[in-house]
């Protein structure tokens, strides 16, 4: 048997107890989904996207601040809507999202489905690229601003967290906690779409060599929106309560 072959057998996902699962109805968890040289890559391509034409920047919410920094692309995201234009940030139009990320989409589809029909039916036109450093965190909400119904899309890359997945009642328990780590694709759609998640906490020093991030972690959500184009600026918005992802 080659090398590879019996480290697959010994220390394959399946093996070391990750293997992938639906979590809730319609959440499918994948670990592993992107390798370790494709997730080096899209963490440079995340800091070249950075540089213009709008910056990461910490939404604020309330009389807070995300402790999260976040880009969009495709639609601005900002408390509570989507508009072309960085309207919180610099005013700027924001990048549209890259193909490369259109095309992983397509495929985060067809892999939780099975579907090849399916994943090139889902194109998305949004991408949030959220970094956090070892400290940060993201409240218990919901992702609300999008009319349309389409699954939410979400990879990370770097440090593992603790993802609370929960239910579309309450920002409390039932919820379910996974230990969503580098290369880990999150899909979450059909009667869990609307369900309550956050990010209560970040594991310092569990980044893998060569992810492109000594520390913190990268999320990047893929997202249809619904938008129209002419609903400039804001076409759907949300109570500041139900929809918070201040601090947890
Ligand atoms: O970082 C994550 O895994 C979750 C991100 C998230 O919930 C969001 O961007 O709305």
């Known amino acids: 048997m080659s090398p590879t072959g019996t480290t697959g057998a010994l220390f394959g996902p399946e093996a070391l107890g990750r293997p992938r699962r639906e979590v809730a109805p319609g959440a499918f968890w994948v670990p592993d989904w992107l390798t370790v040289p494709q997730q080096a890559w899209i963490v440079q391509a995340a800091r ?59 495929r985060a589809i067809e892999d939780v489905t099975g579907s090849r029909a399916e994943g090139d ?3 998305i036109d949004a991408a949030l690229l959220n970094f956090y450093d070892t400290s940060a ?25 603790t993802f609370r997945f929960g239910n579309t009642e309450t920002r409390t328990k039932p919820y379910t906690d996974v230990a969503l780590a580098s290369g880990d694709l999150f899909v979450f759609g059909g009667p869990s779409r609307r369900a309550y998640h956050g990010v209560p906490k970040i ?8 992810c492109g991030l000594a520390s913190g972690r990268l999320n990047i959500t893929l997202r249809i929106t619904g938008m129209a184009d002419d609903s400039f600026p804001i ?12 601090t947890a």
Do not use: F
């Open 48 to 106: 070249s996207l950075g540089r213009g034409p709008v910056p990461y920047h910490s939404a604020k919410i309330g009389n807070g601040q995300m402790s999260v920094s976040t880009l969009s692309l495709g639609w601005h995201w900002y408390p509570y809507g989507y508009s072309r234009y960085a309207v919180d940030v610099n005013g700027c139009r924001v990048a549209a999202v890259p193909e490369w990320l259109v095309r992983l989409g397509h």
């Open 121 to 123: 039916a889902h194109t």
């Open 137 to 161: 965190r993201m409240g218990m909400h919901i992702d609300g601003e999008e009319s349309a119904d389409a699954p939410i899309i979400s990879l990370s890359i770097g440090d593992t967290c």
């Open 203 to 210: 594991v310092p020093g569990t980044a893998p060599e060569g």
């Open 235 to 246: 076409a759907n918005s949300a109570p500041p309560n139900e929809y918070s992802k201040g």
